[in-house]
């Protein structure tokens, strides 16, 4: 089985990464032969290479723009009149490619670019559609096209697959005739290993991710300076990912003016998060609406109770008084007492990571892998209903 899987950037971030441990454990486990499409050069192409993994580079738009940004209107346009033209080179390269070696599915990444239901079309195979965010809810990013258009594509695909009931619900609302289902993410979870709590006498929590608002690590900060207001010094924040859009400048002003240094520690993107959340006790995901939390689960992977936002898919992993607690969005006092809870009961931080570790079980690459190839076949044996027009 021949799968051409399409992505919208080439760094190895949480969309890449399920993404490539996802074809990886499909290609040794499955049989399937992956061929990625990518629209720049990044650290994703040097994993490819190292796997073996063939892939062709090809400049084509995101089929959304920045809100926040000026001239939205004019960059619409400009993006379409750029996608009629890198869309149709591109077929010309998948046309040749295909006549070789036939694919039997072409997999979209992400609901950022829409070129795969354009090939499916042209090259008569069954597109299947991972979504993977809100857009504007999480990346404030809007589609280019009108709602109408958007909906009709979904429609067509053979597949649409939700990483959260949230986002399922979301496709849902546009149409309920959209052939969609949930598969969670899967995530390498680490063998099992003696969690040791505290170990310099600070209860030492984490938030990882991008630095932006919509991460909002600021909230995380603010929580930081009620708890030091209230007493408590027995602590460290550390902020894990690299900074977008100089949000780590607001950050970093915040602290200053609050004398925070001491508490919150800066610690740049981590190659390898297993390790670093080793030496971790509670994990922070006080996203404004998360898709799924990959990063969530692989706090949970290592015994780290989660304190997170009540809100998107963070809900879905997050049961109170069992592996975490949810707080409500924007609410960084309530934050604040969580997290105060955790640093005054070390006994409850640990029964809570422990339950953490059980659940987070449920999400390896393999049980995902699995399900997608499931979904394959099911395309394949005609299983999977299309609406046609």
Not at 139 to 165: C, G, H, P, T, W
Request: proline share 2%.
């Amino acid at each position: 089985m021949r799968v051409l899987y399409i992505t919208h950037y080439a760094d190895l971030y949480g969309a890449n990464l399920s993404m490539l441990n996802m074809i990886l454990c499909l290609k040794n486990n499955f049989g399937v032969e992956p061929y990625v499409l990518l629209n720049s050069k990044g650290q994703l192409i040097e994993e490819l290479e190292k796997y073996q993994i063939n892939y062709m580079i090809e400049m084509y738009p995101k089929c959304a723009v920045n809100i926040s940004k000026s001239f939205v209107k004019s960059k619409k346009g400009i993006k379409k009149i750029h996608r009629l033209f890198s869309y149709r080179k591109i077929l010309k390269k998948i046309e040749k490619i295909n006549k070789q070696m036939p694919f039997h599915h072409i997999h979209s990444n992400t609901s950022m670019v829409d070129i795969g239901g354009y090939l499916s079309e042209k090259i008569k195979c069954p597109h299947i559609w991972h979504i993977r965010e809100y857009g504007l809810e999480d990346y404030n990013l809007d589609q280019i096209d009108k709602i109408k258009i958007i909906r009709d594509r979904y429609l067509r695909a053979f597949r649409v697959i939700a990483i959260s009931n949230s986002i399922k619900c979301m496709l849902d609302d546009i149409d309920k005739n959209i052939c969609s289902i949930t598969i969670y993410n899967g995530v390498n979870i680490p063998t099992v290993y003696e969690k040791k709590n505290c170990l310099d006498g600070k209860i030492h929590f984490c938030i990882v991710g991008l630095i932006s608002s919509s991460k909002n690590q600021m909230e995380v900060v603010k929580a930081a300076k009620i708890l030091l207001d209230n007493y408590y010094n027995h602590f460290c924040i550390h902020i894990v990912g690299e900074d977008f859009r100089n949000e780590k400048e607001k950050i970093t002003q915040y602290i200053k003016e609050n004398s925070l240094e001491k508490y919150v520690k800066f610690e740049g993107y981590q190659n390898n998060i297993n390790e670093y959340l080793k030496w971790m006790d509670v994990g922070l995901m006080p996203s404004k609406k998360e898709a799924f939390g990959r990063v969530t689960i692989e706090y949970m992977c290592n015994y780290m109770p989660v304190i997170g936002s009540n809100s998107g898919g963070t809900t879905e992993l997050i049961q109170n008084e069992y592996n975490g607690y949810l707080y409500e969005p924007e609410n960084y006092v309530e934050l604040a007492e969580y997290m105060s809870k955790l640093i005054d009961n070390i006994g409850l931080l640990r029964k809570l990571g422990k339950n953490a570790r059980d659940f987070a079980e449920q999400f390896s690459v393999k049980n995902n892998a699995e399900k997608i190839y499931k979904v394959y076949k099911e395309v394949d044996n005609g299983n999977a209903v299309k609406i046609k027009f």
